[in-house]
């Protein structure tokens, strides 16, 4: 098992940049792949980007492009997402997520979730 958790939401403007972190313990991180996920009030948890466990492959949804990029430290044990230019449409409760397998996008299939972390971005 790993145990995630995660830091770095807080209420910021449209345009300016967060930094969020996932630290995990417990089994080896690097054997991870690693996503980030959001949920916005009322809305379905959707897919933000992911990483492999290699750090050779990373996905990203399509709305984030550009403006948002996942790494991990695996000495560290951690995972992070450094968002650039926020919209007010990214608002929601972040939440980082592993899975022993291949890529996905798809919540259902990861096995391990941190609390979550809320970022807010006003106009």
């Known amino acids: 098992q790993v145990q995630l958790v995660e830091s770095g939401g807080g209420l910021v403007k449209a345009g300016d940049s967060l930094r969020l972190s996932c630290a995990a313990s417990?089994?080896?991180?690097?054997?991870?792949?690693m996503a980030w996920f959001r949920q916005a009030p009322g809305k379905e948890r959707e897919f933000v980007a992911g990483i492999t466990q290699n750090t050779k492959n990373t996905y990203y949804w399509d709305s984030v492009k550009g403006r948002f990029t996942i790494s991990r430290d695996n000495a560290k044990n951690t995972l992070y997402l450094q968002m650039d230019s926020l919209k007010p449409e990214d608002t929601a409760n972040y939440f980082c997520?592993?899975?022993?397998?291949?890529?996905?996008?798809?919540?259902?299939?990861?096995?391990?979730w941190g609390q979550g972390t809320q970022v807010t971005v006003s106009s």
């Open positions: 417990g089994r080896s991180f690097s054997l991870y792949y």
């Open positions: 997520a592993a899975r022993t397998t291949l890529p996905s996008t798809w919540p259902n299939e990861y096995s391990y």
